[in-house]
C-alpha cells in the first residue's frame, strides 16, 4: 500500500503559512496517522531550514486542559522552534502575515546541560540554565483553527511567532505561578502554571521523552516553551499584549495596526 504525500502535504502546509491562506484539514483524507504526522512536520520545518532559518528551541503544545478543551485534542504534543519565529521582546508582529493568529502566555527554559535520550530530566537546575515569562502566538493553518491530532502535529502543532521575556535563575517552585494575560490593559486570562501538566518541569521531560520517539534531541542552548496556562485568545490588530507570570515578570507583543 503506498503511504501518504509526507513531502506533497508539507508543501501544501508550508504554502499555507508563507501565503497566510488556510487550508482544509489533510489526515483523514490522506490517511495519516500521529508517526506519519511528525514525519510531515519533520519535511515542513527542513523547508524553513532549507530556505536559511535556523532551529533554536523545541515546543510543547496542549500540555494544559484549557488548551485542550479549546482545540478539542486531548494529547500533549510538541513542534519545533526556528529564529525566523522569534520576535524580540515588546517588538511587533503584522497581523496581516497569519492566518488567524491567537497568543497565550508561557513558561519558557534556556536548555543547559540536558541528560541522554531516554534518561529523565533527574535534576531540573543541571537541565535548564533560566526561564523566563513568553507568549506563543499559534497560527493553524487550517481553515476555523479546526484539526485532528495528526493534522496539528503535521501543522508544526500551529506554532507561527514567540517571545521570551527577561531569563532568571530557576526559581524555588515553578509549580503554582500565578499567570495572567492581559491585552491592551485588560485581563483577557488568568491561570496558574499548575495548568502546565501539574508542573512545567513536566513538560521537559514529556519533550525529551516525545521528541525522543523520534530521533530528536534538544540542545544546550535550545529555548523549550512548555505549553500555555490558559486557552488561546485572538490576537487584533493594533493590540497590545503582555504575559505576567508570578516571580518571572513579562513578556509583551505588539500587533500593527
Ligand atoms: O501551543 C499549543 O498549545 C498549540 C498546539 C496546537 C493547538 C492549537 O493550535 O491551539
Ligand atoms: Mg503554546
Redesign the pocket.
Known amino acids: 500500500m503506498i503511504g501518504p504525500d509526507i513531502a506533497g502535504i508539507a508543501e501544501k502546509l508550508g504554502v499555507a503559512a508563507d501565503d497566510a491562506t488556510a487550508i482544509p484539514q489533510l489526515a483523514a483524507e490522506t490517511g495519516l496517522d500521529v508517526d506519519a504526522a511528525y514525519a510531515v512536520q519533520t519535511a515542513l520545518v527542513k523547508r524553513r531550514l532549507d530556505r536559511g532559518e535556523r532551529l533554536v528551541g523545541l515546543?510543547?503544545?496542549?500540555?494544559s486542559k484549557a488548551?485542550m478543551a479549546?482545540?478539542g485534542?486531548d494529547e500533549v504534543?510538541w513542534?519545533r522552534l526556528t529564529d525566523v519565529m522569534r520576535v524580540p521582546d515588546g517588538g511587533a508582529v503584522d497581523v496581516g502575515d497569519f492566518i488567524h493568529p491567537?497568543v497565550?502566555p508561557?513558561v519558557a527554559f534556556l536548555l543547559d546541560r540536558l541528560p541522554d535520550p531516554g534518561e529523565p530530566v533527574g535534576s531540573f537546575t543541571r537541565a535548564v540554565r533560566a526561564v523566563a515569562p513568553a507568549i506563543?502566538l499559534?497560527d493553524?493553518r487550517y481553515a476555523n483553527?479546526t484539526?485532528s491530532l495528526p493534522d496539528?502535529i503535521a501543522d508544526n502543532?500551529?506554532?507561527a511567532a514567540f517571545v521570551v521575556g527577561p531569563w532568571s535563575p530557576v526559581p524555588d517552585g515553578l509549580d503554582n505561578l500565578g499567570v495572567l494575560l492581559e491585552i491592551d490593559g485588560r485581563v483577557a486570562q488568568v491561570g496558574s502554571t499548575a495548568a502546565i501538566l501539574g508542573d512545567p518541569r513536566r513538560a521537559l521531560d514529556e519533550g525529551l521523552r516525545l521528541a525522543g520517539r523520534h530521533g530528536v534531541r534538544l540542545r544546550k542552548g535550545w529555548v523549550f516553551?512548555a505549553?500555555?496556562a490558559t486557552a488561546?485568545v485572538p490576537l487584533r490588530p493594533g493590540a497590545h499584549v503582555r504575559a505576567t507570570v508570578e516571580k518571572l515578570g513579562s513578556a509583551s507583543l505588539k500587533a500593527l495596526s
Do not use: H, P, W, Y
Not at 59 to 63: A, D, I, R, S
Open positions: 515546543k510543547m503544545g496542549l500540555t488548551k479549546q482545540v485534542v504534543i513542534g491567537r497565550e508561557e506563543e499559534i493553524s483553527f484539526f496539528v502543532t500551529s506554532a516553551l505549553g500555555a488561546a
